[in-house]
């Protein structure tokens, strides 16, 4: 069934929906019921459809990478575009920093101690990044979430994630502009600075 779209957000349909685990997921993907080739993610127990990407979004998703690529320390790596396995979400960010190697995840996803930062590039998912994605992000307890907003040509910075509550929440926003840097914190300890525009196409 679909899953309709008010302001780029995914909100269930008026009738009755199925919800999946991140078992059930799995099943799929493992059958085939799911492949490569459909644009969905699982958020919430809901397959949402990912949105197309455009020029600025793959751009600034290449920029980024190369950037925190080029800053990490040993024991750290840059995924792009990957799964990352939370409670009841499988989420894809467009960018994020995994602990370990990637060997060592042959068998199974990076999950949510395994991820020092998760990046998301916004445009037409501008709403959804700030809403959904936060919520399930700070339920994970995922230290820092960044959201690249092209939209109003900023770096949106998130800390301090609330855990599992009744209303997940990052406690702590700070927006970096052109002309600033943009610390990278891993563990809460800080690693690097980049310039914003080095992120930003």
């Known amino acids: 069934m679909a899953i309709q779209r008010q302001g780029g957000a995914a909100t269930p349909p008026d009738a009755a929906i199925w919800r999946l685990s991140v078992a059930q997921y799995h099943q799929m ?3 085939g019921i799911l492949t490569d080739d459909d644009p969905v993610e699982l958020l919430e127990g809901l397959l949402v459809a990912k949105m197309p990407k ?10 980024t ?3 925190l690529s080029a800053t990490l320390p040993a024991g750290w790596y840059v995924d792009a575009q990957e799964p990352i396995t939370l409670a009841d979400s499988e989420p894809e960010p467009d960018v994020a920093v995994i602990r370990g190697e990637r060997r ?7 999950g949510p101690a395994d991820v020092g930062l998760v990046v ?19 339920a994970a307890e995922i ?7 092209l939209v109003e040509g900023q770096i949106e910075v998130y800390s301090a994630p609330s855990g599992p509550t009744a209303e997940p ?33």
């Open 65 to 67: 990478c190369a950037a």
């Open 104 to 110: 060592g995840y042959s068998d199974r996803h990076p």
């Open 143 to 149: 230290g820092c979430y960044w959201i690249l907003n």
């Open 169 to 201: 929440r990052y406690g702590q926003r700070h927006d970096y502009l052109r002309g600033e840097r943009v610390p990278l914190l891993l563990n809460g300890l800080p690693i690097a600075e980049l310039a914003v525009e080095a992120l930003l196409p």
């Open 54 to 63: 455009n020029p600025p979004h793959r751009l600034a998703t290449q920029l």
């Open 120 to 138: 998301e590039v916004s445009d037409t998912t501008l709403q959804r990044d700030r809403s959904i994605k936060q919520r399930l992000y700070a």
């Open 29 to 31: 993907v493992r059958s």
